[in-house]
Every structure is written in structure tokens, then in C-alpha cells.
């Protein structure tokens, strides 16, 4: 008697398990459709600081980068990562294309969008070139770390 009671216990564990691991396979497919898409870094510019809100970045991705300038002061988002890249610069509904572009110049409360396929993992530095003191970084996984 105990032990068919132990028995079916351990048939409703067993169950709830394969449903368990069902739903962590269809995350895992919703994260896959996910990953296809557009990750984004958000960076704006207060009290001569760079503030950066990113989640994960992977490599080889399309990546949008959003900086917006709260200052009012004129400010620059330049960086090297960009460098031999092809990268979208959007300003004032304005499109600029090209490889080796360095950055983007903020007015007061002006904002821009970076368009780009980062291709190197590691850790990726942007400055204002107008203020020197003033640099953030981003940080690219390699898919392999995830
Ligand atoms: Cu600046």
C-alpha cells in the first residue's frame, strides 16, 4: 500500500519534470528568435557623463546604439569600434552611411541612432572628443561565452 503511493509520487515528479524541461525548450527557442533581431544600448549624456543602459551584446548582431545629449552642452559620441565597419548614422532624419565613420556631434537635447554588425568581442571604448575627460564602453560578448 505504502509503496504503490510512493510509486505514483514519483510518476507525478517524473511528469512534471518532462513538462518542466518542455517549457525550458521553448524559452530557449524564444531567446534563438529573439537573438535574430536588433539589440540595442541606450546612452545618454547628462553632467558631462556618459550613461550606458545595454543587456547582453553578442557578436556579429545588428546593433543600435541610441545617444541622446541631455546637456546643455554640445557633446560627440566617437569611438574606434566602428572602425572599417559598415555603420548607419542617423541624425535630424538624417542618413548617413558609411565604413569608418568615427562618431556623431550632439546639440543640446538632440538625439542620434548608430546602426552596426559588431564583429570583435571585448570590451569597446567611446569618448567625446570635445571633452576628453568624458568616456564609457560597451562590452561584446563572443557567442561562445554565452
Ligand atoms: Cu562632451
Request: hydrophobic share 40%.
Amino acid at each position: 500500500m505504502f509503496r504503490r503511493h510512493v510509486r505514483s509520487w514519483a510518476c507525478c515528479l517524473s511528469i512534471g519534470l518532462m513538462v518542466g524541461s518542455t517549457w525550458v525548450m521553448a524559452g530557449e527557442e524564444e531567446k534563438l528568435g529573439l537573438a535574430q533581431t536588433e539589440q540595442t544600448v541606450e546612452v545618454t549624456i547628462k553632467d558631462f557623463k556618459f550613461v550606458t543602459k545595454q543587456g547582453t551584446l553578442r557578436l556579429g548582431l545588428p546593433t543600435v546604439i541610441k545617444v541622446r545629449n541631455e546637456d546643455a552642452e554640445r557633446h560627440d559620441f566617437s569611438s574606434v569600434m566602428f572602425e572599417g565597419l559598415p555603420a548607419q548614422i542617423e541624425k535630424d532624419g538624417v542618413i548617413v552611411y558609411g565604413r569608418g565613420l568615427g562618431g556623431v556631434f550632439l546639440d543640446s537635447n538632440r538625439d542620434a541612432v548608430v546602426r552596426f554588425d559588431m564583429s570583435r568581442p571585448g570590451r569597446h571604448e567611446f569618448r567625446c572628443s570635445i571633452h576628453p575627460t568624458m568616456s564609457g564602453e560597451l562590452l561584446i560578448l563572443s557567442t561562445e561565452a554565452v
